[in-house]
C-alpha cells in the first residue's frame, strides 16, 4: 500500500518527466506498482497527489461480499464440516471434489 508521501514523490517525479522505472527506484518500490497506481489514480487533468490518495481510500473501502455469506448453502456446508472437526484446508479441498 502506498502512502501519501509516497504519492507525492509519483506526482513529484510525474511532473519532473520521469519514467516510470526512475519514478519507482526513487520511490523503492516495483515499477509495476507505480504504473499501475498512476494508470488507476489519474485524474483527466493528470496524477494530483490528494484526488490519487482519496481515490485509492475509496477503492480499498469498497464492500465486498464473501463468498460464504452470498451462498446460504455453501455456508452450510462449512459449518457441518467445522461440526465434524474437519480442518479449513480440508474443507476447502472437499468442496473443490
Known sequence: MLTLADRAEIATGVKAGWSVTAIASHVGRCKSVISRE???NSTTTGYRVVAADSHAAQQRA???ARAIDADLV???RVRADLKLSRTP???AGRLRL
Open 38 to 40: 498512476i494508470r488507476r
Open 62 to 64: 469498497r464492500p465486498q
Open 74 to 76: 455453501l455456508a452450510a
Open 89 to 91: 484446508r480440508q474443507i
